[in-house]
């Protein structure tokens, strides 16, 4: 696995995180206006709020690689946290070097020296790929998803 540096999101991630973010959502067929992906930044950034991002990135810290947005919030049956990882992204390029491995262990990292309870999260069941990945490193769970969208 080559050297891939994962860190919290930096103002100065903003442009980077943009391009990769708005591919993301494009590619799950969503749109998104300026200001909802600036109020997301916002989010990411503020010390405060439930919505966070990691970035990956090469050795040298100059390209990010890829990003991992996550929701830590309290849970029912236990007084521990858990955490939702929301969104994870590496750039095309980079599929297959590790850079989604490494933030998902960062994540257990932190959520290990945290207290989480869990980390967990969802996917299509036809991305192949990435539950290739996911198959080794979680375990897959009976659970099935239900949506109501509100307008």
Do not use: Q
């Not at 708005?22 to 799950?28: E, G, L, M, P, V």
């Not at 991992?68 to 849970?75: C, D, E, I, Q």
């Not at 236990?78 to 750039?91: A, K």
């Amino acid at each position: 696995m080559p050297a891939i540096i994962v860190r919290d999101a930096a103002p100065a991630d903003r442009s980077a995180w943009g391009g990769m973010w708005a591919a993301n959502y494009t590619y799950h067929g969503a749109t998104m206006g300026e200001a909802e992906v600036d109020e997301l930044w916002r989010r990411v950034l503020h010390p405060d709020h439930p919505v966070c991002a990691l970035v990956s990135a090469a050795a040298d810290d100059r390209d990010l690689l890829g990003f991992a947005h996550y929701v830590v919030h309290p849970h029912t049956f236990t007084s521990r946290t858990v955490c939702y990882l929301e969104d994870l992204w590496v750039e095309p390029a980079a599929r297959g070097t590790g850079v989604g491995r490494r933030l998902i262990e960062a994540l257990v990292d932190r959520g290990r020296a945290l207290g989480w309870r869990r980390l967990y999260w969802h996917t299509e069941t036809d991305n192949e790929a990435a539950r290739r990945l996911y198959d080794r490193v979680a375990k897959l769970t009976d659970y099935v998803r239900y949506d109501v969208d509100l307008p």
